[in-house]
C-alpha cells in the first residue's frame, strides 16, 4: 500500500546552480526530534515511562554509534503511532512542537538555511525522522523541499511501518537521486553541493557532495571531517 503524504510543502522545481541539503536532528536542531517526541508523549501520559523511557534512550545511542538496524531505528518511532487516530495525533503533535521545537531552534541555524536561500540555491531538508514530525519542521525553516522517511497508512490510520526506503544512510543519497530525477536533474549537475550534518549516520552522502559541512558533529564524524579538512560548525 503506498504511503499517503503527510506533507505538501514540494513546490515545482526551479533550476539552480548550488544545491544546499540539510540534515535536521543536532544539525539545525539541538536535539533529536523523534526523542523529544517520544518524551512529551510519556509526559502526557500516552506512553508509559518504563518501557519507552529505556527503549528510546538505548536506541538513540546505538544509533549515533551507528549501530542500529535502519528498520528498528525507524519503526520504534513510528510504532508511537499506530494505536492512535490522526487527529488526535496531530493535535499532540501541534503540542509538541510548540513545546518541545519551535522554541529551541537556534537563530543561527535559521540563518544558515536562509543564507542559502536568499541566493537562489535549491535547499532541501533530508532527514531520517518521519515526514509526519518533519514536515510542520520543514515548514517552520521555510523549507520547499523535504525528503524524510514516510509513514505507512492504510485506511486513514498509521500503521507503525516504514513505506516504501526509509531516508538514512547510504539510502539517502538513493532517495536524493531519485526525487531529483522527478524534476529532471541529477546531483553531478549542480555546480557546487553543499551538505550540512553532525552524525557518522551521514557520511556516505557527506561524501558525495562538494562541499561536505560537519555541524556539531558526533565523535566519528569529526575526526573524519578534521582529517578531510571538512569545515566544522557549531551552531545552536
Sequence with gaps: MAAVPTHSIVAAFVPADILALFDLDHT???????EQWVEFLIEEGVLDRAVFEAGNRAIVERYRRGEVGVLEFTEFYLSTLEPHPVSRLEAWRQRY???RIF??????ARGLVERHRAAGDLVVLTTATS???TAPIAREFGFEHLIATEPE??????????AGTPNMREAKIARLEAWLA????RLADFRESWFYSDSRNDIPLLSVVTHPVAVNPDPTLAALATQKRWPILHIG
Design 182 to 185: 522527478t524534476r529532471g536533474a
Design 131 to 133: 515526514s509526519f514530525l
Design 153 to 162: 497508512v492504510r485506511d486513514g490510520r498509521y500503521t507503525g511501518k516504514v
Design 28 to 34: 539545525l536542531l539541538p536535539h533529536d526530534s523523534d
Design 97 to 99: 512542537l510548540q513545546q
Design 103 to 108: 522554541p529551541r531552534i537556534a537563530p543561527a
